[in-house]
Each structure stands twice: as C-alpha cells, then as structure tokens.
C-alpha cells in the first residue's frame, strides 16, 4: 500500500511541476506579447503541447532544433545554393538589433544637424548687429545674406516635415580602430556561412582608397537603378500596383538623384522574376547587357529590392521625425566554402565592389547613424560583376511601410552623392 501512495505522490509532484511551468509560460507571454493579440488559452495550449513532445519524442526536438544541435541546422548549413537566405532568419535578427539607436541617439542626431544651422545663423546675425551698431567697419557681403536665407529656409524645411540633408558628421570612428581588419569585420560586416572573407580584403587603406568619385558629367547617362525583384512590395502596398512596390521606390529614389543632385540617372524597370525568383540574376543579364550596350557611359549600377526578414522584425529608424527604413549593402564574393573560387563565375570588381559598399556604409552611419545593418556577405556574384561602382541594396523589408521606405531614399540619394562627390573623403 505504502508503495501505492509512493508512486501516486511522485505523479502528483510531476504534474504540480508541469503545471507550475506552464504558469509561469503563460505569465511571460502575458507580459511580453500583448500586441500579439494572442490568448491565454492558444498560449496554455502550445506550451502544454510542446513541452508534451517534449517529454515524449525528444527526437523530433532534435530534428527540429534552430541551434547548431538541431539535424535541420547541420543539413542546411552545408548549402551554398540561393536557399540559404531561409536559413538566415536568426542571423537576420541579430543584425536588426545591430546598432539600433535609442531615441536619445536619434534625437541627438537631429539636434547636431538642427545646431549647425542655428550656430550658422547665429553668426550671420550677430555680423549684421555689429554692421548697425557701428561695432565693425566691414559689411556684410552678399553671400552671408544668401547664407542666412538659405539657414533660414533649411529650418522651415525642416520643420515642415521634409528631409534636410544633414551637414557634417555626427558620429565617426577612432583611427585605430579602423585600422583593425578584425574590428572593421565584426563591426561592419555579417558573413553568411557558406563563405568567407580575407583580412586583406578589410583593410582599411584598401576599402577606401578605391576611387569611387564621378568621372563624367550628366550630359549621358551615369547612374543605372534597377531592379533583379520587380515584384517586392511593402506592408501597405496596394497588390499589383508598381508605384507602391520597389520599383515605386526605386523611380522616387531616381527623382531625389536627379532634381536634388543633378545626377543623369536611368531607371530601369524590366521584370525577371514574375514567373519565379529561381533565375531572375540569370534572366535579368540579358536585359541589363542590352542597357549598357545601350548607354555605354553608365559607371554606377544600383539593384534596389526589398529584404524578407521575420515576420516580427521591424527595420525601422527615425531621422529628423520621419520614420524610416533602415537599409543594408549586400556583395558576392564569388568563393564558397564547399566549392572555392567561383571560376564559372567571374567577376574581376570583387575588391572594387566591397570598397564602394563600405564607403556608403561607413558615411551612412557618420551621418545618420543606425540608418544602415551591417554588409551582408554571400559567396556567389549577383551580378555586381558589369562596373566596378555596382551595388546591391535591400530597402527595408515586408514589414516596413511604403512610407518608410519612400522616407529613406533622401538619406541614401545624400549618402550616395557625398560618395560620388568624393566628399566623403574630404
């Protein structure tokens, strides 16, 4: 009898301990998942049903396992094939969380903006007061005038929502850091699995002495924006609608180039991924051969598209009130782990290409900081090999709004002028 007893306690220890955890589930997600919408029933449900698996197949656990334990994670690993962006959901979300501001670091980076123009101001008045109270001998010469309306004007802009590109710098890096390859990897890149990158491919002196200034003026063509994915849209974009897709953004980034910076851009809108995304890098080669055999004075190539993250990440900032799509410069490297050099496909820009897109990168975040993610590296080419000034740019996500991604192709158009300028090296 007494080892009846024995074993009817030791079943209920076991469920007031199952009970007790799935308590404190429910609690947690009472506490952290409230804008789910998700009831305290669905919420007892799926945490009795898995811890149930849990206890009887610990198996299937394994199997399914999204560590480096689980036998789906050691199968997939391995692959070096265009899947492999599935695979990337936990290493996408570590790069949202890369260098996200807080809002006393956006607000500070408005502010920094906003205090140059004041201090600009500022000067020019006390000038002017000193020219009527007879202090100074000199007058004011029609350029601070002109300066003074242009302040003034900036800050109307600005306070009427518009984007004011900002001035100077507001955060910048330590020489001695940026002379470390290893830092500039761990800091400025994200390495996907199936590839790898060479310390001397990262070298500071290397990255920015590549030549990324204009060499023409805008009498032909300079700039190509196109798009491998026509058909990414956003959260809110109206179905089957292109002015609300990438392409939308893509046309509104080309307007903000051409009438704000005096680029002669090209936008080009074909379509090679409607039937499948499969081979739309294979398909859209075609197309862009005949574009530049077309307009052969073309030195920078753009491929615009929309980045697929979890469904629960929001590739958000907010610059100057506006809130904005935050943004990421991806580039092939044409080697995988498994296969080497990618001799079958060349591309002789690898170096040029990482030296373009770390450039934009680094004056996106010395200008509007926690605007970019950190440069996603991959093994294959994407077709970065036709111009040494060739980019790739994932815009947001498909939880971003149209708004938000509209909102930061003033900053990317500023980002990419400076760059093209050659002021980011001044």
Do not use: W
């Not at 798009?227 to 109206?238: C, K, P, R, V």
């Amino acid at each position: 009898m007494s080892h009846k007893v024995r074993k009817q306690g030791i079943l209920i220890v076991v469920f007031l301990l199952i009970l007790a955890h799935l308590m404190m589930r429910a609690i947690y997600d009472i506490e952290n998942n409230m804008e789910n919408n998700v009831s305290l029933g669905e919420n007892l449900y799926n945490a009795a049903l898995k811890q149930g698996i849990s206890l009887s197949n610990p198996y299937m656990l394994y199997v399914n396992g999204s560590e480096e334990n689980g036998l789906q994670y050691q199968f997939f690993k391995s692959m070096p094939l265009e899947m492999c962006l599935l695979q990337g959901a936990e290493e996408e979300k570590q790069m949202t969380e890369y260098r996200q501001p807080s809002v006393i670091e956006e607000m500070a980076a408005v502010e920094n903006s906003r205090a140059y123009q004041n201090q600009k101001e500022n000067e020019i008045q006390t000038n002017m007061q000193e020219q009527a109270t007879g202090t100074e001998d000199k007058l004011i010469s029609d350029d601070n005038h002109q300066e003074l309306e242009q302040v003034v004007l900036a800050e109307n802009t600005m306070a009427s929502g518009a984007f004011v590109p900002v001035q100077a710098p507001v955060a910048t890096y330590a020489p001695q850091q940026l002379a470390d390859p290893g830092f500039i990897k761990t800091s400025f890149y994200a390495v996907d699995p199936t590839t790898q990158i060479r310390s001397d491919q990262l070298r500071y002196d290397t990255l920015m002495g590549f030549d990324a200034s204009m060499k023409q003026d805008n009498s032909d063509v300079q700039i190509l924006v196109y798009h491998t994915h026509s058909q990414e849209a956003y959260i809110d974009s109206a179905a089957g609608d292109s002015s609300e897709s990438i392409v939308g953004v893509g046309e509104h980034l080309c307007d903000i180039l051409r009438t704000q910076y005096g680029f002669n851009v090209l936008h080009h809108t074909g379509e090679y991924d409607v039937e499948s995304r499969d081979y739309a890098y294979s398909n859209a080669m075609a197309g862009l051969d005949q574009v530049l055999a077309e307009n052969p004075s073309i030195e920078v190539m753009i491929d615009l598209h929309r980045d697929q993250t979890n469904a629960d990440t929001k590739l958000v900032t907010t610059i100057q009130d506006r809130p904005t799509a935050r943004f990421m410069f991806f580039n092939g490297l044409c080697y995988t782990n498994s296969l080497g050099n990618l001799d079958n496909l060349p591309n002789p820009y690898v170096q040029d290409n990482l030296s373009f897109a770390f450039q934009m990168h680094l004056a996106a975040e010395e200008y509007y900081p926690g605007i970019t993610r950190r440069i996603y590296l991959k093994g294959y080419r994407y077709n970065l090999h036709f111009r040494p000034k060739s980019l790739l740019i994932e815009l947001g996500s498909q939880t971003n709004t149209l708004e938000e991604a509209m909102n930061a192709c003033d900053p990317l158009a500023h980002i990419l002028a400076m760059v093209l300028n050659g002021q980011n090296k001044e």
